[in-house]
């Protein structure tokens, strides 16, 4: 069956840097645009960043532009996020999430597969 399993979150403070993966199996990556959403506590889960299959094509949420950068491995089925100058409001479950097709989208229910999420805390 298809999984997604994010790894690499934590707690830093203001100004630091993580890099988020998501192993992915049980489908075949490269087909897939890839994504990476994030929900703060009380808050609705929102766009991050996606890259399309060849990973030629990004996008990002104004909020991360010039500081996350999302890529892919398809040699090794991996997604990546690294995150830099990290802010408090960064602070949120990140999720990585698998579309079919060939277009990005910021759109949650666009994607078909999602991971668990892994915590990122941001602190002042």
């Known amino acids: 069956q298809v999984q997604l399993v994010e790894s690499g979150g934590g707690s830093v403070q203001t100004g630091g840097s993580l890099r988020l993966s998501c192993a992915v199996s049980?489908?075949?990556?490269?087909?897939?645009?890839m994504g990476w959403f994030r929900q703060a506590p009380g808050k609705e889960r929102e766009f991050v960043a996606s890259?399309?299959?060849?990973?030629?094509?990004?996008r990002y949420t104004d909020s991360v532009k010039g500081r996350f950068t999302i890529y892919r491995d398809n040699a090794d089925n991996t997604l990546y996020v690294q995150m830099n100058s990290l802010k408090p409001d960064d602070t949120a479950v990140y999720y990585c999430?698998?579309?079919?097709?060939?277009?990005?989208?910021?759109?949650?229910?666009?994607?078909?597969?999602w991971g668990q999420g892994t915590q990122v805390t941001v602190s002042s």
């Open positions: 049980g489908l075949t990556f490269s087909s897939y645009i």
């Open positions: 890259i399309t299959g060849s990973g030629t094509n990004t």
């Open positions: 999430a698998a579309r079919r097709g060939f277009s990005t989208s910021t759109i949650e229910s666009h994607y078909d597969y």
